[in-house]
């Protein structure tokens, strides 16, 4: 009876059309091309590595596209449990009418021209959208990112912030700022001045969010300019900084990005717990993992000094999902912000998702976001999401608390559209 | 199936008459008179700040009743989601006939003059308790209490001991303690006296408990009389201390707190893993959160020292929740209690119930407590709780294990009752 | 439905026959010879201890069998609720056709006596791997073990080393080693040659694994023999060592032990997250816990220098099952390896195996291992293990993704069954 409750709810939802707050689309490519575009995504290159492939078969310089594929596909056969082995599928079905269910060494090369056949249509990225009734798409832009030659209403720029925050010491990140805002660093003031300038360049260009994700010790907190001084100084010279230096020159421009979020009115979203190159010898993007020993609690001062930043939140662990949860019940500008990478499974997106429901004021819950890199994946990570939000709405609100299917579905679509709309000022 | 089995298990435990093993009533004013009582719960407040409701609004001196409830109902709406929007609903449904779902700007009024009235009913703390098949209940009494004026047997005194342990260095509440003991604090040794005195005085007067809540840092030790007095001295001069010094003392009291409950038969209980003040702008009662990187490790010296004395804890970070389970599975004196605060949902509960029904003695489990402040909390909190706990009897046990639904619910009632008669020796 | 279901796949399951890739069986005397064998299982003592019976009861030397029986008998009304109950149940019936569903102090006596009898048949043994569908059986050998006297085919040696790298400092470790290999360890260079030795006998011996049981804190790292030579003859000469340097020994056996697991190709098991001796006054086995503020983020050096060893890791903590998934799922030398101690409850188990199964190459998960004493044990862990398993493939496969039911089992099989056979070379 649930299942059935559940199904229900889902197709209702399937019917909303989505805003989603954040992916890494190419607004200059947005779809795909041929289905090495999607089987390079790192989750199948990653997870056929894991299963054995040898990183130089998938990242052979000059490799021909459908020679990649079929690389791939002859190590699928090892991931076919996985929840992201069943986004390829329902794609395939969706998109190229593809009507079995796994994809084999027979059967990937008719598939792998029905796909290209259908991608090279002009309005491919289109079909895609309108399939996926996706309207608006959020960016992940480059600080330096020009923002021009691209439908900004359609694909939403937000500024990504982590090379100014982790990388200033590197003199090519530098470099870019400096042609970016035609302002050269030379001092604390000087680059405030800089980062001003890119938060009137993006917000110029229909920006909606600041972005940055942080490794799991990250704990902000003030740095004047005289304190940062020093160390700055140090790093602009080229010279090797210590770790407490490192730490202040992040911690200063950390701070400079909140300062500037408030004043051009932008929410900052927290992208929280990533250790980068843990496996060095991975497969592109495909070398971060996380240490779980990680707290909100280390946000508390950011939290408080800026009441008027309202700060989207992603944890990578799923254990840091209770602290989310509290935290967003407590503070007035945390808001839970989807569920995160190796926390974007089904297992672990049903508990998060429920105690987000059960505790967190409806107004403040960003349900889901594709973080894709080409469009194809918004339906079927959306279509995962939608199926456990059905399933939390079904047992914890239909059944357990007697609301009418009506009134579930208004909470659903709160938490899947309106509350995007809300906070990002759509 | 499984869910109409759920709800005849959770209908049979609801005819069980109830002894809730930790509350914050105010025995003398135990039920509310008016629906500002029941909105002015620390959840609604926080929660409608959270949401938006600007703390001024809620917390303006000489704010009347009535016009308290009207600011609180009209951001009620962004809480409707939430399970503790459910108990409300659930209050005023049960106790004041309140046929609507949603309480709103519309029907509050009507509502609110109903529940004034009945509340008014001079019997009105006797009817909320027969309703809701409260037995006794235990306090939170602060150290300094007389303890007289109410019915000790009714309501249970229970020795809340965080100022002792936290707060020493104020004068007031070294004031307050040589106020309640006639004893002057000017050495460990006077110290100790007027604890063991406060112990004396809560005992006489029928308290079945001692209790303290404590931050996710804390690691108790045992600190001699020796050690701590040049810390004490200092305390007392009113200098203020290291944190090495506020460590010494605060742990000397706690192991001093632990004695006496050796010394007079009383359970501790601990309620780990609070950081307080972490949103200092936050409403009353709505500012404290919790690092979830905590461990019952911090304990282990403690549990050992005192085999004698029977600690029921509490953990705040649902993470926690199998370290106490492993905890309670080895050491006799750990007992498992109820389910704290925002760990409180039944996300978390359900998990965190499964695992202690399936791996902890089933004499060393305490169901549930309700924490509440007002008396017609008490209903919808155990519902809750009951709710959750009759699932997991009718999955865990009569299906999975075939047990009879009389067993099963025998299980049930020692959970909710029977081991707190037995554990605070009613 | 999915009730239905979920039985009809643990009932394919369970014809599956089985290898064991982790227990503690004693192959000179792998069943048990009465009750007292089944009782005396550590999860018994501890709980039944933990619920109050004292261990000079459980531990009184000299003690009967039958009275040792008699008085954990007498405690066991408490521990009914326990999963482990359940497995105790469920070997009664199965091997003992027990007819009742508690074992009681009016009961017990004659299903002593029928088990005692069943037991003393000469082919009990035989029986019981025939009735649980054992085949194979890993054991858990001391460094020093003959390997002689048994049937290496079917109970399969695996080399076991916390001794070694936790335990070199007693001088009872080094003569037992000098004896196992006649090398006398006098610096770095001899003490690696005597490790070499251990695993050219246990390779010669049918050994299919080194395993190893470590503490939260533990993070390993490269010791060159220079490095460790002072701490090393300090430890040799019977000098307490320093915390620093007894790191150092730890970590320089640790690391030569993981060389010889590539040298030899054996999977290196590492089970992580123990405290020894957390609760010294516990009974035998019953003293250890944990503390969840652990991560594989300390393994990170570990697994990237060696990446043609494989490594089964076991987590104890559920709390960490996420890392092990993510980890297993970018680095292609982790393998998820069955549910160790406190999380092999179902509560735990569901989760932790839905997880996996949605995000690791399949290839890439031993499902289980019973972590037995004595051989009965094999059947009531596997069947719980295959209940969990069989409800999340009816839910998470054959429900949500419409996956057939064979498709299902052979997925579980593979967990099951398959992987082991892989992954030991068996």
Known sequence: MSVEL????????????????????NPHAAASKTLADLLGYHYYTELAHSAGLEKSQI???????????????????????????SWLIEMCQVFFGFEEDRLTPHNWERL????AARMAQPDWEEQVLRISRLEQVFLTNDFDDPLTGFDTNRYIPCLRTD???FHLAKSQTRERLEQATGITVSDSRSLSSAISKLFQHFTDHQCR????????????????????EPALQNLLAGHPLSLDEATQVSHFVFWKLAECCSEFKLPFDLMIG??????????????DLFDQRCSLIQYQQLLNAFPQVT???SVLASVSNQELVSYSWIFPNVVTNGHWWYSNIPAYIETDCRSRLQAVPQTKQIGYYSDMYKLEFGLPKFTMYRRVL?????????????????????????VLRGNVERIFKM
């Open 6 to 25: 559940a199904r229900r709810l889902a197709l209702e939802l399937h019917q909303l059309p989505l805003i989603d707050p954040h992916s890494h689309i």
């Open 59 to 85: 990242e052979e310089p000059g490799l021909d596209p459908k020679e990649k594929v079929q690389r791939l596909v002859g190590k699928l056969g090892d991931l076919e449990n996985t929840i992201q082995y």
């Open 112 to 115: 792998y021209d029905t796909a």
């Open 163 to 165: 090379d100014l925050v």
């Open 209 to 228: 969010a600041c972005a940055i994700s942080l490794p799991p010790s990250f704990t902000p907190g003030p740095v004047s300019a005289a304190a940062v």
């Open 274 to 287: 990533v250790n980068r190159r843990v496996y060095p010898d991975g497969v592109y993007q495909g070398q």
């Open 311 to 313: 700060f989207p939140i």
């Open 390 to 414: 059905a399933k939390a709405l079904a047992e914890d609100f239909v059944i357990a608390r007697g609301w009418s299917e009506e009134r579930a579905l208004e909470l659903g679509k709160r």
